[in-house]
């Protein structure tokens, strides 16, 4: 089975600008990953931010967004806010398996 | 409004079987695939696998194949997951998450599942 790696932690300013990446064993990562993104907050269910690679959903904050970066899926947060700290979870397809870094846990200080 | 209500915690032995159960409202359920995913405390997410629409077909993560099983009943708009021979590694919050092109917009509120002695 394929690994997936994300950076375990991450800081960022209040207002700055941070990009969380998630990698694949097996090679680059693209499109036909179709990588997720996912926010959790301390005892609660994540939320999908991203999906796709680049799409998001209406209550995903303009602030955040997805690419491809390097060979690697990111997420990018851009004028980040107190309430966007957090664990952040990517997700990448393989033939219809799907498999979950291990998390990024990002503060904001 | 779409919802996922899942079923609530349980303890189990060593050794025992869970079932944990999804209910579905607020679209069709036919129509969409379920994913379930469980975290163990203090860790992150594991695919587990995938209850599909199409010929109600199933994929299991490799990690989990013959212990898991994934099922729907389709009257009820109900998911399941049932995972045998519990280990103490097993105690994880499980949840379900609606797939199919939706980006996952959907999941259930989690379940606690405990293994103890």
């Known amino acids: 089975q394929a690994v997936v790696t994300q950076e375990p932690s991450l800081t960022v300013s209040p207002g700055g600008t941070v990009t969380l990446t998630c990698g694949s064993s097996t090679g680059a990562v693209t499109s036909g990953h179709y990588p997720y993104w996912f926010q959790q907050k301390p005892g609660q269910a994540p939320r999908t931010l991203i999906y796709?690679?680049?799409n998001k959903h209406s209550w995903t904050p303009a602030r955040f967004s997805g690419s491809l970066l390097g060979g690697t899926a990111a997420l990018t947060l851009s004028g980040a806010q107190p309430e966007d700290e957090g664990e952040y979870h990517c997700?990448?397809?393989?033939?219809?398996?799907?498999?979950f870094g291990g998390g990024t846990k990002l503060t904001v200080l | 409004q779409v919802h996922l209500v899942q079923s609530g915690a349980e303890v189990k032995q060593p050794g025992a079987s869970v079932k944990v159960s999804c209910k579905a409202s607020g679209y069709t359920f036919s129509n969409y695939n379920l994913h379930w995913v469980r975290q163990a405390p203090g860790q992150g997410f594991e695919w587990m696998g995938i209850s599909r629409t199409t010929s109600e077909t199933t994929n299991y993560a490799q990690k989990f194949q013959g212990r898991v099983t994934m099922t729907r009943d389709t009257s009820t708009g109900t998911g399941y997951m049932d995972l045998s021979s519990l280990r103490f590694e097993d105690t994880a919050v499980y949840y379900c998450?609606?797939?199919?092109?939706?980006?996952?917009?959907?999941w259930g509120q989690g379940t606690l599942v405990t293994v103890s002695s």
């Open positions: 796709d690679t680049i």
């Open positions: 998450a609606r797939g199919g092109g939706t980006g996952w917009k959907d």
């Open positions: 997700l990448l397809s393989y033939s219809g398996a799907r498999v």
